[in-house]
Protein backbone atom coordinates (compact mmCIF):
# COMPACT_ATOMS: atom_id res chain seq x y z
CA UNK A 1 0.00 0.00 0.00
CA UNK A 2 1.22 3.59 0.56
CA UNK A 3 1.86 3.92 -3.61
CA UNK A 4 2.77 7.63 -5.02
CA UNK A 5 3.29 7.95 -8.91
CA UNK A 6 4.27 10.46 -11.00
CA UNK A 7 3.80 11.28 -14.94
CA UNK A 8 5.98 11.86 -16.58
CA UNK A 9 9.24 10.25 -15.84
CA UNK A 10 11.19 11.85 -17.91
CA UNK A 11 10.39 15.43 -20.22
CA UNK A 12 12.19 17.15 -22.27
CA UNK A 13 11.00 20.72 -22.83
CA UNK A 14 12.24 24.41 -24.92
CA UNK A 15 13.07 27.15 -23.02
CA UNK A 16 10.22 29.17 -22.27
CA UNK A 17 7.69 26.54 -22.46
CA UNK A 18 5.33 25.15 -19.50
CA UNK A 19 5.86 21.89 -18.58
CA UNK A 20 3.13 19.96 -15.81
CA UNK A 21 4.35 17.05 -13.35
CA UNK A 22 1.57 15.27 -12.14
CA UNK A 23 1.57 13.43 -8.68
CA UNK A 24 -0.72 10.99 -7.73
CA UNK A 25 -1.35 9.02 -4.46
CA UNK A 26 -2.77 5.36 -5.74
CA UNK A 27 -4.20 3.87 -3.37
CA UNK A 28 -4.94 6.36 -0.32
CA UNK A 29 -6.39 10.24 0.03
CA UNK A 30 -3.84 12.60 0.71
CA UNK A 31 -4.97 15.89 2.10
CA UNK A 32 -1.21 16.94 1.83
CA UNK A 33 1.42 16.61 -0.77
CA UNK A 34 4.83 18.28 -1.03
CA UNK A 35 7.24 18.83 -3.87
CA UNK A 36 10.99 18.62 -4.08
CA UNK A 37 13.64 19.24 -6.15
CA UNK A 38 16.92 17.20 -6.39
CA UNK A 39 20.00 18.79 -8.07
CA UNK A 40 23.30 16.44 -9.18
CA UNK A 41 24.67 15.52 -5.98
CA UNK A 42 22.55 17.07 -3.52
CA UNK A 43 19.85 16.94 -1.01
CA UNK A 44 15.92 17.14 -1.93
CA UNK A 45 15.40 20.45 -0.82
CA UNK A 46 11.83 21.79 -0.51
CA UNK A 47 9.76 23.50 -2.63
CA UNK A 48 6.19 23.60 -1.26
CA UNK A 49 3.79 21.90 0.59
CA UNK A 50 0.42 21.77 -0.68
CA UNK A 51 -2.98 20.86 1.61
CA UNK A 52 -6.14 19.58 -0.74
CA UNK A 53 -8.32 22.89 -1.57
CA UNK A 54 -5.63 25.36 -0.54
CA UNK A 55 -2.90 27.51 -1.67
CA UNK A 56 0.25 25.87 -1.62
CA UNK A 57 3.09 26.94 0.67
CA UNK A 58 6.41 27.87 -0.76
CA UNK A 59 9.83 27.59 1.26
CA UNK A 60 11.96 30.81 0.96
CA UNK A 61 13.38 31.41 -2.45
CA UNK A 62 11.01 29.38 -4.19
CA UNK A 63 9.23 31.72 -7.04
CA UNK A 64 5.47 30.39 -6.60
CA UNK A 65 4.34 32.69 -10.03
CA UNK A 66 7.14 30.07 -11.93
CA UNK A 67 5.81 27.14 -9.82
CA UNK A 68 2.60 26.55 -9.84
CA UNK A 69 1.27 23.92 -7.88
CA UNK A 70 -2.38 22.71 -7.93
CA UNK A 71 -3.94 19.75 -5.30
CA UNK A 72 -7.43 20.10 -6.29
CA UNK A 73 -7.76 16.66 -4.97
CA UNK A 74 -7.15 14.32 -2.25
CA UNK A 75 -5.15 11.85 -4.67
CA UNK A 76 -4.01 14.49 -7.31
CA UNK A 77 -1.52 17.37 -7.00
CA UNK A 78 0.64 19.11 -10.10
CA UNK A 79 3.49 21.02 -10.70
CA UNK A 80 3.56 23.05 -13.59
CA UNK A 81 7.12 24.61 -14.64
CA UNK A 82 5.90 27.81 -16.01
CA UNK A 83 8.21 29.73 -18.75
CA UNK A 84 11.09 27.32 -17.57
CA UNK A 85 14.62 27.90 -18.58
CA UNK A 86 17.83 25.27 -18.82
CA UNK A 87 18.38 26.15 -15.38
CA UNK A 88 15.13 24.61 -14.06
CA UNK A 89 16.18 21.23 -15.14
CA UNK A 90 16.78 18.82 -12.55
CA UNK A 91 15.01 16.13 -10.86
CA UNK A 92 11.61 16.84 -8.97
CA UNK A 93 9.95 14.47 -6.22
CA UNK A 94 6.14 15.11 -5.01
CA UNK A 95 5.56 12.98 -1.57
CA UNK A 96 1.78 12.60 0.00
CA UNK A 97 0.71 12.16 3.38
CA UNK A 98 -2.58 10.28 4.10
CA UNK A 99 -4.95 11.73 6.71
CA UNK A 100 -4.43 9.57 9.18
CA UNK A 101 -0.37 9.37 9.12
CA UNK A 102 1.82 10.82 11.19
CA UNK A 103 3.54 14.39 10.88
CA UNK A 104 6.61 13.01 9.90
CA UNK A 105 4.97 10.28 7.42
CA UNK A 106 5.23 10.91 4.01
CA UNK A 107 5.42 8.46 0.63
CA UNK A 108 7.66 9.39 -2.24
CA UNK A 109 6.93 8.98 -5.92
CA UNK A 110 9.60 8.13 -8.32
CA UNK A 111 10.55 11.49 -9.58
CA UNK A 112 10.36 13.28 -13.05
CA UNK A 113 13.47 13.88 -14.96
CA UNK A 114 13.01 17.54 -16.47
CA UNK A 115 15.40 18.39 -18.86
CA UNK A 116 14.69 21.93 -20.53
CA UNK A 117 17.39 22.68 -24.13
CA UNK B 1 16.73 25.08 11.64
CA UNK B 2 17.67 21.46 11.93
CA UNK B 3 20.43 19.79 8.99
CA UNK B 4 22.14 16.79 8.69
CA UNK B 5 25.25 15.83 7.37
CA UNK B 6 26.12 12.87 5.26
CA UNK B 7 30.19 12.81 4.89
CA UNK B 8 30.23 9.63 2.71
CA UNK B 9 29.18 10.40 -0.95
CA UNK B 10 29.83 6.96 -1.89
CA UNK B 11 30.64 3.53 -0.13
CA UNK B 12 32.06 0.35 -1.90
CA UNK B 13 32.01 -2.58 0.03
CA UNK B 14 32.15 -6.13 -0.59
CA UNK B 15 29.22 -8.99 -0.45
CA UNK B 16 28.22 -10.45 3.06
CA UNK B 17 30.88 -7.59 4.27
CA UNK B 18 29.68 -5.11 7.28
CA UNK B 19 28.76 -1.59 6.44
CA UNK B 20 28.56 1.79 8.05
CA UNK B 21 26.42 5.00 6.41
CA UNK B 22 27.61 8.22 8.59
CA UNK B 23 24.93 10.49 9.59
CA UNK B 24 25.46 13.37 11.76
CA UNK B 25 22.82 16.03 12.60
CA UNK B 26 22.78 19.78 14.04
CA UNK B 27 19.74 20.59 16.48
CA UNK B 28 19.62 22.41 19.52
CA UNK B 29 15.90 20.58 20.62
CA UNK B 30 14.58 17.18 20.44
CA UNK B 31 14.54 16.11 16.53
CA UNK B 32 13.08 12.91 14.97
CA UNK B 33 15.62 11.30 12.54
CA UNK B 34 14.92 8.91 9.68
CA UNK B 35 16.75 6.71 7.10
CA UNK B 36 15.78 6.38 3.54
CA UNK B 37 16.37 4.05 0.97
CA UNK B 38 16.11 4.73 -3.15
CA UNK B 39 16.80 1.96 -5.32
CA UNK B 40 17.11 2.94 -9.09
CA UNK B 41 13.72 4.81 -10.69
CA UNK B 42 12.27 4.04 -7.50
CA UNK B 43 10.58 6.35 -4.73
CA UNK B 44 12.38 6.89 -1.00
CA UNK B 45 11.56 4.42 0.74
CA UNK B 46 11.24 4.45 4.67
CA UNK B 47 14.17 2.20 6.51
CA UNK B 48 13.58 3.12 9.85
CA UNK B 49 13.13 6.55 12.22
CA UNK B 50 13.93 7.27 15.70
CA UNK B 51 11.30 9.65 17.60
CA UNK B 52 12.07 8.57 20.88
CA UNK B 53 13.05 5.89 23.65
CA UNK B 54 15.60 3.06 22.66
CA UNK B 55 18.41 4.56 21.03
CA UNK B 56 18.97 1.26 18.73
CA UNK B 57 16.38 1.21 15.84
CA UNK B 58 15.57 -1.68 13.63
CA UNK B 59 14.08 -1.47 10.37
CA UNK B 60 13.83 -3.04 7.33
CA UNK B 61 15.87 -5.31 5.49
CA UNK B 62 18.27 -6.06 8.26
CA UNK B 63 19.47 -2.45 8.78
CA UNK B 64 19.61 -1.06 11.87
CA UNK B 65 20.74 2.50 13.52
CA UNK B 66 22.12 4.11 16.62
CA UNK B 67 21.21 7.51 18.15
CA UNK B 68 23.76 8.60 20.11
CA UNK B 69 22.92 12.36 21.59
CA UNK B 70 26.17 12.98 22.46
CA UNK B 71 28.04 12.98 19.18
CA UNK B 72 24.75 13.85 17.25
CA UNK B 73 25.28 10.88 15.34
CA UNK B 74 22.67 8.06 13.36
CA UNK B 75 24.87 5.93 11.85
CA UNK B 76 23.35 3.23 9.81
CA UNK B 77 24.63 -0.33 9.95
CA UNK B 78 24.40 -3.15 8.57
CA UNK B 79 26.54 -6.72 9.81
CA UNK B 80 26.52 -8.13 5.91
CA UNK B 81 25.43 -6.80 2.63
CA UNK B 82 23.72 -8.22 -0.21
CA UNK B 83 23.72 -7.14 -3.77
CA UNK B 84 20.33 -6.32 -2.97
CA UNK B 85 21.51 -3.07 -1.05
CA UNK B 86 22.78 -1.59 -3.62
CA UNK B 87 21.11 1.86 -3.48
CA UNK B 88 21.75 5.68 -2.53
CA UNK B 89 20.35 6.48 1.14
CA UNK B 90 19.45 9.36 2.53
CA UNK B 91 19.78 10.66 5.95
CA UNK B 92 16.99 12.93 7.06
CA UNK B 93 15.44 15.14 10.19
CA UNK B 94 12.60 16.91 11.03
CA UNK B 95 12.33 19.19 14.27
CA UNK B 96 9.73 21.53 16.02
CA UNK B 97 10.72 24.19 13.84
CA UNK B 98 8.96 22.89 11.22
CA UNK B 99 5.84 21.38 13.18
CA UNK B 100 8.17 17.93 12.96
CA UNK B 101 6.29 17.79 8.75
CA UNK B 102 9.08 19.50 7.30
CA UNK B 103 12.10 16.64 6.63
CA UNK B 104 15.61 17.88 6.12
CA UNK B 105 17.46 15.83 3.79
CA UNK B 106 21.25 14.72 3.58
CA UNK B 107 22.92 14.65 0.55
CA UNK B 108 22.91 10.98 0.45
CA UNK B 109 25.25 8.41 0.28
CA UNK B 110 25.36 6.10 -2.49
CA UNK B 111 26.08 2.29 -1.63
CA UNK B 112 27.60 0.12 -3.88
CA UNK B 113 27.87 -3.86 -2.94
CA UNK B 114 30.53 -5.71 -5.07
CA UNK B 115 30.28 -9.33 -5.72
Known amino acids: GAVVSQHPSRVICKSGTSVKIECRSL??????MFWYRQFPKQSLMLMAT?????????EQGVEKDKFLINHASLTLSTLTVTSAHPEDSSFYIC?????????????FGPGTRLTVT | AQSVTQLDSQVPVFEEAPVELRCNYS??????LFWYVQYPNQGLQLLLK??????LVKGINGFEAEFNKSQTSFHLRKPSVHISDTAEYFC?????????????FGTGTKLQVIP
Open chain 1, 95 to 107: SARPPTGQIYEQY
Open chain 1, 27 to 32: DFQATT
Open chain 1, 50 to 58: SNEGSKATY
Open chain 2, 27 to 32: SSVSVY
Open chain 2, 50 to 55: YLSGST
Open chain 2, 92 to 104: AVSGPSGGYQKVT
